[in-house]
T-cell receptor, first 109, second 114 residues
Framework: GQNIDQPTEMTATEGAIVQINCTYQ??????LFWYQQHAGEAPTFLSYNVLDGLEEKGRFSSFLSRSKGYSYLLLKELQMKDSASYLCAGMDSNYQLIWGAGTKLIIKP | DGGITQSPKYLFRKEGQNVTLSCEQN?????MYWYRQDPGQGLRLIYYSQIVNDFQKGDIAEGYSVSREKKESFPLTVTSAQKNPTAFYLCASSIGTSGSDEQYFGPGTRLTVT
């Protein structure tokens, strides 16, 4: 079956660094997406990885290892506005997204 | 400004009534999607459409229906056959359906059926 696993909740301190892990099992693979979702709002796109390695975008970076079925999202210099849920989604061979349940990130001052 | 609109933001219905959720996009995207989001679960695909006048069932299509008569519009009807319709419904669109085509989401409609 297809499955995406990520931690339910994480807590970090303002100004620090946090890594949110995601493991995936999909039928075929056409890339891994990360989205940010504030409570009650729409998810917004953060990153897309299809090749192994690290993609950096400002304070956010995303890493992919296809051989391990593993990705992580790295958030640096955490700000209070980064408190949100982070959704990991793998794209299968039919180009459909399989979504994880999301990781709720709590930032403390 | 381009984007996706969903209306209304909150919707209340009695059991046994059909209800239609609106989704409109002015991004000129070919593909549109409907998802359902429940607490503690990932987004689940209800229906998707890659082109006007064509749509496919997703993983949880039972009790739902859609139409795609215009490129901009993809309304979702929640019928009385849907056993547990209370949820947060998200509409999304993408340029196409290839690997890197990110999906853009509307603000969502929270449906409560009592």
């Amino acid at each position: 079956g297809q499955n995406i696993d990520q931690p339910t909740e994480m807590t970090a301190t303002e100004g620090a660094i946090v890594q949110i892990n995601c493991t995936y099992q999909t039928s075929g693979f056409n890339g891994l997406f990360w989205y940010q979702q504030h409570a009650g709002e729409a998810p917004t796109f953060l990153s897309y990885n299809v090749l192994d390695g690290l993609e950096e975008k400002g304070r956010f970076s995303s890493f992919l290892s296809r051989s391990k079925g593993y990705s992580y999202l790295l958030l640096k210099e955490l700000q209070m506005k980064d408190s949100a849920s982070y959704l990991c989604a793998g794209m299968d061979s039919n180009y459909q997204l399989i979504w994880g349940a999301g990781t709720k990130l709590i930032i403390k001052p | 400004d381009g984007g996706i609109t969903q209306s209304p933001k909150y919707l209340f219905r009695k059991e046994g009534q059909n209800v239609t959720l609106s989704c409109e996009q002015n991004l000129n995207h070919d593909a549109m999607y409907w998802y359902r989001q429940d607490p503690g679960q990932g987004l689940r695909l209800i229906y998707y459409s890659q082109i006007v006048n064509d749509f496919q069932k997703g993983d949880i299509a039972e009790g739902y229906s859609v139409s795609r008569e215009k490129k901009e519009s993809f309304p979702l009807t929640v019928t009385s056959a849907q056993k547990n319709p209370t949820a947060f419904y998200l509409c999304a669109s993408s340029i196409g359906t290839s690997g890197s085509d990110e999906q853009y989401f509307g603000p969502g409609t929270r449906l409560t059926v009592t």
